[in-house]
């Protein structure tokens, strides 16, 4: 089974940088398509980041390109999502997901808040 756990999240603020992890049991790294998700209050989860493999390839949504980074430390099986210059908006509870042929899998999820 297929375990993902998400840290990292805290209140700071705007300006400031955080990194998430996601630490992925069950399966080596690089045998699952992984990304970041996030859901404000009120609104629909987002698509954040994703990272493919064989190539490794990786993408952003729009509104966080240049800010955003994902990290792959395959050695620990673990994806971190290192977030710079963070604005109120991306106040969320963030989340990871690992998808497997047609299984897939989330995290619990881990909130992080932007606030003066």
């Known amino acids: 089974q297929v375990q993902l756990g998400e840290a990292g999240g805290s209140l700071v603020q705007p300006g400031e940088s955080l990194r998430l992890s996601c630490a992925v049991s069950?399966?080596?790294?690089?045998?699952?398509?992984m990304s970041w998700y996030r859901q404000a209050p009120g609104k629909e989860r987002e698509l954040v980041a994703w990272?493919?493999?064989?190539?490794?390839?990786?993408n952003y949504t729009d509104s966080v390109k240049g800010r955003f980074t994902i990290v792959r430390d395959d050695a620990v099986n673990t994806l971190y999502l290192q977030m710079n210059s963070l604005k109120p908006e991306d106040t969320a509870v963030y989340f990871c997901?690992?998808?497997?042929?047609?299984?897939?899998?989330w995290g619990q999820g881990t909130q992080v808040t932007v606030s003066s």
């Open positions: 990272s493919n493999n064989n190539p490794i390839r990786i």
């Open positions: 069950g399966t080596p790294l690089n045998n699952v398509f």
């Open positions: 997901k690992a998808q497997r042929n047609t299984e897939i899998f």
